[in-house]
């Protein structure tokens, strides 16, 4: 058992003595009553008075139950549909066109059931997804290191990212000469970003949130990226992710509601941040070799 300290014990001592309280309370009752009616009655007074604060809690408590099952049932219904389906692969894939990319998330999210992007609520957002798919990175029985240089262990990622701002202009995002991704330098100072795109990119990678608002009650979200050739609107793949807070939004224990939510496929580690990466790269392969 873990032990807590003297907190912990005195919490225990206060327990014991509510109990003998009781106890003493309701023999009390029973002996004071002069038939069995009124200690019936100075019975059920006692228990009113002991466990009537109680209630409250063990209503919340019954009602979160029937919840957070409901919530289950609907989860586990979703996730028979969940998961990726690759119909082609392309290799040596320059650059790809984000559509409806993920903003950065702010923190008011991560408590909002409706926010859009909860499907994938740990994935990077913003401009740290799109270095995401720039960098160079290794993954190895350590984790995974990632470098704004080339390295030749590492995999790479695209020469190019473009992607609509909200305004629907797209710009055309590449890796800076400005060291590894370890230094205090901001992520939007670590890339090029230019409106000159004299090549578009041929394949684009769209995000479409799966907004129920039944759902979206119970904290259940989903997410689908579907990767397309441009030029012949062929569908090359798609993977789905749904999400669930288990918690149903508490926010008890300073808890983070989104942050603590489980996805299927299972998201893990690292793999939470990346799950754009990981299934766009098996589909569209990045050209190898250091980037000029």
Same mark, same amino acid.
């Given at each position: 058992?873990?032990?807590?300290?003297?907190?912990?014990?005195?919490? #225990?001592?206060?327990?014991?003595?509510?109990?003998?309280?009781?106890?003493?309370?309701?023999?009390?009752?029973?002996?004071? =009553?002069?038939?069995?009616?009124? #200690?019936?009655?100075?019975?059920?007074? !006692? &228990?009113?008075?002991?466990?009537?604060?109680?209630?409250?809690?063990?209503?919340?408590?019954?009602?979160?139950?029937?919840?957070?099952?409901?919530?289950?049932?609907?989860?586990?219904?979703?996730?028979?549909?969940?998961?990726?389906?690759?119909?082609?692969?392309?290799?040596?894939?320059?650059?790809?066109?984000?559509?409806?990319?993920?903003?950065?998330?702010? !923190?008011?999210?991560?408590?909002?059931?409706? +926010?859009?992007?909860?499907?994938?609520?740990?994935? $990077?957002?913003?401009?740290?997804?799109?270095?995401?798919?720039?960098?160079?990175?290794? #993954?190895?029985?350590?984790?995974?290191?990632?470098?704004?240089?080339?390295?030749?262990?590492? $995999?790479?990622?695209?020469?190019?990212?473009?992607?609509?701002?909200?305004?629907?202009?797209?710009?055309?995002?590449?890796?800076?000469?400005?060291?590894?991704?370890?230094?205090?330098?901001?992520?939007?100072?670590?890339?090029?970003?230019?409106?000159? &795109?004299?090549?578009?990119?041929?394949?684009?990678?769209?995000?479409?949130?799966?907004?129920?608002?039944?759902?979206?009650?119970?904290?259940?979200? =989903?997410?689908?990226?579907?990767?397309?050739?441009?030029?012949? =609107?062929?569908?090359?793949?798609?993977?789905?992710?749904?999400?669930?807070?288990?918690?149903?939004?508490?926010?008890?224990?300073?808890?983070?509601? +989104?942050?603590?939510?489980?996805?299927?496929?299972?998201?893990?580690?690292?793999?939470?941040?990346?799950?754009?990466?990981?299934?766009?790269?098996?589909?569209?392969?990045?050209?190898? =070799?250091?980037?000029?």
């Amino acid at each position: 058992m873990l032990e807590l300290g003297i907190g912990a014990e005195l919490v #225990r001592g206060a327990g014991w003595v509510i109990r003998l309280l009781f106890l003493a309370a309701l023999g009390y009752a029973l002996w004071r =009553g002069k038939n069995w009616k009124q #200690r019936m009655a100075y019975a059920l007074l !006692v &228990i009113g008075v002991f466990l009537g604060p109680l209630l409250p809690s063990a209503y919340q408590a019954w009602q979160y139950k029937q919840r957070y099952a409901k919530a289950k049932a609907i989860f586990d219904e979703r996730c028979k549909n969940a998961g990726e389906i690759i119909y082609r692969t392309v290799d040596d894939v320059e650059g790809v066109l984000l559509i409806n990319p993920p903003p950065m998330p702010r !923190v008011l999210q991560w408590g909002d059931p409706n +926010w859009p992007d909860a499907g994938l609520p740990r994935q $990077n957002g913003g401009n740290d997804l799109i270095v995401n798919l720039l960098e160079y990175f290794k #993954r190895d029985d350590h984790g995974y290191s990632f470098s704004d240089e080339f390295k030749p262990d590492h $995999n790479p990622g695209y020469r190019f990212i473009d992607a609509m701002d909200q305004n629907g202009k797209t710009w055309r995002y590449s890796l800076g000469k400005v060291g590894n991704r370890e230094t205090s330098v901001p992520v939007s100072d670590r890339m090029k970003k230019t409106d000159h &795109i004299d090549k578009p990119a041929l394949y684009a990678v769209t995000y479409k949130n799966l907004i129920n608002p039944a759902d979206r009650e119970l904290w259940v979200a =989903g997410t689908t990226l579907i990767v397309t050739e441009i030029q012949s =609107g062929e569908i090359l793949a798609q993977s789905t992710w749904y999400s669930m807070e288990p918690g149903l939004g508490s926010r008890s224990g300073h808890r983070t509601p +989104w942050l603590f939510a489980v996805s299927c496929p299972e998201l893990v580690s690292l793999n939470a941040a990346m799950p754009t990466r990981f299934f766009i790269e098996k589909v569209l392969r990045p050209q190898k =070799g250091e980037f000029k």
